[in-house]
């Protein structure tokens, strides 16, 4: 179809308006068709199971198991926190299993929008540890689980430890409110992982995270640390960055920071502050209207394998669920990693992100950025 | 196209009743045709600009409650914005960085565009596509640029502390109001120097000449002349720069640090992580307004300028 020759054609009157109107219309169909085709293709690989992941997770590293059963991946959609991924859930967003944390559990639970597990179509589900599984807000009718446990970690301070003087003091929180380092502080940008440092810092235990009173004392030490940080952001490549050129000397990070920058030969080192680190557990979740069930199994039970295991201990330096993982490696390794082979040792020893309801996160949210912006 | 049928003159000489009344209003009614003929603009305006703009401006006058929405009318969030001072405070830093950014777009694109309207005299399309050869990139890329330019390792710091000109990298460079305000100005120079370059080539030479026959010298035939004809281009340029980079969001959340942030970032928070998109509609429909005010009171007093000059 030439457009040029049907404007000619227009002009010269031999093809009517109206003839020419169709054919407008036919462009038109024809343009609604190719998105409605590529809508249809995306549809068809989405039956092979879609994982709703954290950035860095969709990789096929960890579904080695599941290729080898299915011959092809699951669909791997990344989001960058889980108000993103909330918000894309609500616009119409469909997928299997989504990766939530026990720090916002919760609001996942609280809007309906899980299944939970029957552990017993997991073939990995026995060598789980179950400290992991045992955490508050994950127990789901019947004895079942919201969330198979698959990562773990902690969150603690990645300073450098040739320009930050520790003044023999030991490794703690304050590092982050120093004022002799004005100007070098690095934050997270999401609450979901500052606020609970303010919290650690303004003495708040966790299970009292959500009363006005927490919420004064932690906005006030946010507050008075705003003008000690440089910047606040999640994207952990532009901190390590920071990190790596001395423009930040201590920065809020996961364990993984300091194994990347360690592995650089930077001079960091990731603190075991006396209060305790933030220890944080994610997991898989099956969502409620998950179209393909068989397939969500099967991308849970790829997710808590000995082989995702090893790959996550190695490479981002976080701990597994599957407690056979950590036999993989020798205990030098792992203390390397800031691991150990009794994994349960290490969650007792930090503090425990604890189950927030969603209008914890919403009023936390609106406060942390107010204070954020200066206010 | 194979659809013939409408050649055969019998279906054009004798038309069924209702297709002629139809070809009769048409011919008769130009508006109609006018209108028939810009229906895929007006279309495309209705469902991509019109219909949003309406469903905003619902839901601003909506409140959160939980999960979802409580949709009884409410003035609530427009209170919020003007008891809540961080709201105007915010507003008033990005109508200014934009307002800096727009200012220093034009005094730093006024003489490139100059030159090629006055003294370039071949090849004139090469040197345009020459000037707009950096807007090829993408803006994120020129945004991530500018960090690896501004940074604390970066390369005017680094190229600062080589000449020994300072002794530690200059930490306002990155994560400022400043750095902001620079990118914003590179990013957007394009769209200053194409209508500057339009009407500074559309003034008549043979006035420059009276102008010095007259005994005007290049100064003040400069600002007699000149930058009173070209103001056409100056006004349209502010505007595509100012009305867009008030609501920017990307630059300041790439280069802002806590100090940079603008009106924009607000925005995005409150449909992201505050999830509390009522407010955050409320607070798109304020911004727009304060925009068209702002826009309108530009032009009323260049107006008034032109009259004054006239």
Redo the contacts between chains.
């Keep these: 179809m030439d457009v040029k020759d049907q404007l000619h054609a227009v002009r010269e009157g031999k093809l009517s308006r109206r003839a020419f109107n169709t054919s407008l219309m036919a462009a038109g169909v024809g343009l609604l068709g190719t998105t409605l085709q590529t809508r249809r293709a995306r549809a068809q690989s989405a039956t092979s199971g879609t994982y709703f992941t954290y950035g860095g997770y969709d990789i096929p590293e960890l579904f080695v198991p599941f290729k080898a059963k299915h011959g092809e991946l699951p669909n791997l959609v990344p989001f960058a926190n889980s108000d993103e991924a909330i918000t894309r859930l609500r616009a119409g967003f469909v997928a299997d299993v989504l990766h939530p944390c026990n720090g916002n559990l919760g609001r996942w639970v609280e809007m309906d929008l899980f299944q939970p597990i029957d552990t017993s179509r997991l073939s990995n589900w026995p060598d789980v540890i179950p400290e992991l599984v045992d955490l508050k807000g994950n127990q789901a009718p019947d004895g079942k689980p919201w969330m198979a446990p698959f990562d773990w970690s902690q969150n603690s301070i990645t300073y450098r430890t040739d320009l930050f003087d520790l003044e023999g003091k030991e490794e703690s929180w304050d590092m982050l409110w120093d004022p002799r380092y004005s100007g070098r502080i690095g934050m997270m940008a999401a609450g979901g992982d500052s606020w609970w440092i303010g919290a650690i810092k303004a003495g708040v235990p966790f299970d009292q995270i959500d009363t006005d009173d927490a919420f004064e004392r932690i906005a006030a030490v946010m507050r008075e640390q705003r003008p000690l940080v440089r910047t606040y952001t999640d994207d952990y490549t532009s901190m390590e960055q920071a990190l790596a050129s001395g423009e930040v000397v201590a920065a809020l990070s996961f364990n993984s920071s300091a194994v990347a920058l360690k592995g650089q030969g930077v001079p960091v080192a990731f603190a075991k502050p006396k209060e305790g680190a933030l220890t944080w557990v994610c997991g898989a979740s099956i969502l409620k209207d998950a179209p393909n069930l068989d397939r969500a199994y099967d991308i849970i039970d790829s997710l808590l394998s000995i082989e995702s295991g090893k790959f996550m201990i190695e490479v981002y330096g976080y701990g597994h669920s599957n407690r056979r993982s950590f036999d993989q490696f020798d205990d030098a390794t792992l203390a390397g990693l800031g691991l150990t082979k009794n994994p349960a040792d290490l969650l007792l020893a930090g503090q425990f992100q604890g189950a927030a309801s969603e209008d914890f996160q919403n009023r936390m949210n609106e406060v942390w950025e107010a204070i954020k912006a200066g206010f | 196209?194979t659809?013939?049928?409408?050649?055969d003159p019998k279906?054009?000489s004798r038309p069924t009743r209702t297709?002629g009344r139809i070809?009769r209003l048409l011919y008769r009614n130009e508006g109609l045709r006018g209108y028939l003929l810009m229906s895929p603009t007006l279309i495309i305006l209705t469902v991509g600009v019109i219909i949003p703009f309406l469903i905003l401006l619902v839901i601003s006058f909506w409140t959160?409650a939980?999960?979802g929405f409580d949709t009884t009318p409410s003035l609530a969030n427009y209170a919020r914005v003007v008891n809540e001072?961080?709201f105007g405070?915010?507003l008033g830093r990005s109508f200014w960085m934009s307002g800096i950014a727009t200012v220093a777009t034009i005094a730093i694109c006024y003489p490139m565009a100059y030159f090629v309207a006055f003294h370039v005299h071949r090849n004139k399309m090469f040197w345009l596509i020459l000037i707009t050869l950096p807007f090829w990139i993408s803006y994120l890329l020129r945004v991530f640029a500018w960090r690896v330019i501004l940074?604390?390792?970066g390369v005017i710091n680094s190229s600062l502390v080589w000449l020994g000109w300072i002794k530690a990298?200059l930490?306002f460079l990155l994560?400022s109001p400043t750095a902001v305000i620079i990118t914003l100005t590179h990013a957007w120079a394009a769209f200053a120097i194409l209508p500057l370059y339009v009407s500074l080539e559309k003034i008549d030479k043979s006035l420059l000449v009276a102008a010095t026959d007259l005994g005007d010298g290049p100064v003040a035939r400069f600002f007699r002349i000149t930058l009173p004809l070209s103001m056409p281009g100056v006004i349209a340029a502010s505007f595509l720069i100012f009305i867009p980079t008030t609501g920017d969001y990307i630059t300041p959340a790439l280069l802002g640090?806590?100090?940079g942030?603008m009106i924009g970032?607000?925005i995005q928070?409150q449909?992201?992580?505050?999830?509390?998109w009522p407010m955050g509609a409320t607070l798109s429909i304020i911004l727009m307004l304060w925009i068209a005010a702002v826009a309108l009171a530009f032009l009323y007093l260049t107006r008034l300028a032109q009259a004054r000059i006239a």
């Design positions: 196209m659809q013939t049928s409408s050649i279906v054009t297709s070809a959160r939980g999960v001072p961080m405070i915010l940074g604390y390792e990298p930490e994560y640090g806590p100090d942030m970032n607000l928070a449909f992201g992580s505050i999830n509390n």
